[in-house]
């Protein structure tokens, strides 16, 4: 049964001395004790077998994962990816959500606290005649541009005794330029997109959301033409296209529901939101 055996009368307290000695390069040593009749004597039979043996035979216990397991493995992964991915899905686009909220907001402090003050009204063409032809409504183009500039009718800029001096640019331009797409609600009422016919137009300078489209801003008139009264130009707002990317928000609305904007977020710039989380939050 062992390759070699060897006999040897020791001192009982040193055993581990005669393992050191007879142990080989590849020898797995077994000590095997017999008791004499004198005092502290012992007879210790040290055997030892291959090395290479044991190890094929940890090799032979030590299989892999059979096909069922690694199906069970794979399964449970399966279920694991189709609970997290939502939930990251879902956190991205809340993310998402606050961060176009917040540039709401501090745009509409922007326009409220220096352009207002400033030019004396909202952000708008000063003059419909000017190339190329604009909507008579307010546009953000004039965060970067000084309309005045635009006017043919008079000469450009402020004078000393005018009441308006345009202290721009007020935003810096990232390089984004308005589309127009009027199937999703981006028309010319809030700028010129870019158009290579008649002639090369280059798109307004434009403020994106999170999802990289225009923020535009709004100034309904329950009419539909572009002469809202004083008490409509209240219902002023900026208005994000939101996940979807269609504007969803009427211009003919004053206070749109929750169903009537859909997924679009709203800023309004001079009374609360009857239908946002803040003012719903301050109600209760």
Do not use: C
């Not at 493995?73 to 809340?94: C, D, H, N, R, Y």
């Not at 220096?114 to 005649?129: A, I, K, V």
């Not at 009374?271 to 209760?284: M, V």
């Amino acid at each position: 049964m062992f390759n070699r055996r060897l006999s040897i009368s020791v001192p009982y307290r040193e055993p581990a001395f005669l393992l050191r000695r007879a142990r080989g390069p590849l020898a797995l040593p077994v000590l095997h004790r017999i008791d004499l009749n004198e005092p502290d004597e012992s007879v210790f039979l040290v055997s030892w077998r291959d090395d290479r043996q044991t190890e094929r035979a940890q090799i032979v216990k030590r299989r892999g994962l059979t096909l069922l397991e690694l199906l069970v493995v794979l399964l449970i992964l399966i279920a694991l990816a189709t609970i997290v991915v939502p939930t990251i899905g879902m956190f991205g686009s809340k993310s998402q959500q606050v961060t176009t909220r917040e540039n709401l907001l501090r745009l509409q402090e922007l326009l409220v606290d220096r352009y207002l003050p400033d030019m004396n009204e909202l952000p708008r063409p000063s003059d419909l005649t000017g190339p190329p032809a604009r909507v008579n409504h307010p546009q953000l183009r004039y965060l970067f541009v000084n309309p005045d500039t635009e006017d043919i009718t008079k000469t450009a800029g402020a004078t000393l005794l005018s009441v308006r001096k345009w202290n721009g640019p007020y935003v810096k331009h990232g390089g984004a330029r308005y589309q127009l797409d009027a199937a999703k609600g981006f028309d010319a009422a809030y700028g010129v997109g870019d158009a290579v016919a008649p002639a090369v137009v280059r798109g307004d300078p434009a403020i994106l959301d999170a999802w990289g489209r225009p923020i535009v801003i709004q100034e309904p008139d329950e009419s539909g033409g572009y002469a809202p009264t004083d008490e409509e130009r209240t219902y002023t707002r900026l208005v994000s296209a939101g996940p979807n990317g269609v504007i969803d928000t009427l211009l003919t609305v004053l206070m749109p529901t929750d169903v009537e904007r859909g997924d679009d977020i709203l800023i309004f710039l001079f009374r609360h939101d009857e239908f946002g989380e803040d003012f719903l939050s301050l109600e209760r």
